[in-house]
């Protein structure tokens, strides 16, 4: 496996669903400490790293939670009852295979589906609600699911490993949302030298899929400015899909809108401008249904400058989504460009424009 993959393989393998992000917390708090000046946390536990000693206030986040579920009861025949976090589409969730996480190490489920053998025919056709759903554990009791540490609380993610597809640079993984926008945000800290003309607030947020809730106590912290949300974008370039400007490996995806922001327009045409002048590929997207960590970051204090960007991502909020490197890696280079030239006359001329 290439050298660039090592770091997205673990970043979409940790468990860290919203309120539940301790892992990958502790793993990106060591990845950016050597690139920083500071590496500090709001009460919640959004993880946020400093450079930069003096100039306007720039944010640039990604969120560290995926979607995932709750264990709320068992049964006594020891089935797990759950809660979903973030937005599932009952569809996907089905015949898959899930890691229970306990204090006593992972436990795998599944939710079972009866076969269509005992399905009558015109209910084949309706999606099952959500709320019919179970994990199997294998076990035949409450006591054994108990004993294997199994309890209200434990937190549930997608048995999913992370795969180099056919061509190299298309790459399947859980929780692409949005450990690839953590992921973008780590390597902006490391490629960026302390000598910025701002003061760089690189943050790492909880529990976005709930509703932007990290977004919003860390940018209480970081008073930004300006404020920039990495996160994932759809990409439809599938068949009977439109692939207009969400097409995987086109570039990172500039939001035109999105259900929690109307981008600041002077730092939207600002960022497309350097996109431009760097050659780097871009998209002009929008997301109808789904919010960025911008809709609340744009909404602290006094107001913040903000906008969305996204990597394409196939099969959002499932098991098994797609992502293309180059977009990935266009993402980096567009957010390292930027913030090098956000300096106190760049960032004034954008607030007074
Ligand atoms: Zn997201």
């Not at 997608?158 to 597809?165: E, I, M």
């Not at 404020?227 to 974008?233: C, E, L, N, Q, S």
């Amino acid at each position: 496996m290439k050298k660039e993959y090592e770091i997205l393989k673990v970043l979409s393998e940790l468990p860290g669903v919203s309120g539940n992000e301790k892992k990958v917390s502790q793993f990106i708090a060591k990845e950016i400490k050597n690139h920083v000046s500071e590496v500090t946390y709001d009460n919640l536990g959004s993880v946020i790293g400093t450079k930069g000693q003096k100039g306007p206030r720039v944010m640039i986040a990604g969120h560290m939670d995926e979607i995932g579920l709750l264990v709320t009861q068992i049964t006594k025949e020891g089935f797990i009852k759950f809660q979903t976090l973030g937005g599932w589409f009952s569809q996907v969730m089905l015949a898959q295979v899930w890691e229970i996480h306990t204090k006593k190490g992972i436990v795998y489920g599944i939710t079972g589906v009866k076969p269509p053998h005992i399905i009558p025919q015109e209910k084949r056709k309706e999606a099952l609600p959500i709320d019919s759903f179970y994990l199997d554990l294998g076990v035949s009791s409450k006591e054994e699911a108990e004993n294997l540490g199994v309890e209200p609380g434990n937190m549930v993610v997608p048995h999913s490993t992370f795969k180099v597809l056919g061509n190299e640079k298309y790459l399947l993984g859980k929780a692409w949302d949005n450990r690839i926008g953590s992921a973008v945000v780590i390597e902006v800290l490391k490629r960026l030298d302390d000598d910025l003309p701002n003061q760089l607030f690189g943050t790492f947020t909880v529990q976005e899929e709930v509703g932007l809730r990290g977004a919003k106590t860390s940018a209480y912290v970081v008073e930004p400015e300006i404020a920039i949300a990495v996160d994932t974008g759809l990409a439809n370039d599938v068949p009977g899909g439109e692939a207009l400007e969400q097409s995987l490996g086109k570039g990172p995806q500039i939001f035109l809108y999105d259900g929690g922001l109307i981008p600041h327009q002077a730092l939207r045409r600002f960022v497309i401008e350097v996109a431009k002048a760097e050659k780097i590929p871009y998209q002009e997207a929008f997301i109808v249904g789904g919010r960025t960590d911008a809709g609340h970051m744009h909404l602290n204090g006094k107001g913040a400058a903000s906008l969305s960007i996204g990597i394409p991502t196939r099969y959002m909020h499932s098991h098994t989504s797609i992502i293309h490197y180059d977009d990935y890696e266009n993402t980096i280079k567009l957010m390292v460009a930027v913030i090098k030239k956000l300096d106190q006359k760049k960032v004034d001329e954008i607030l007074q424009d």
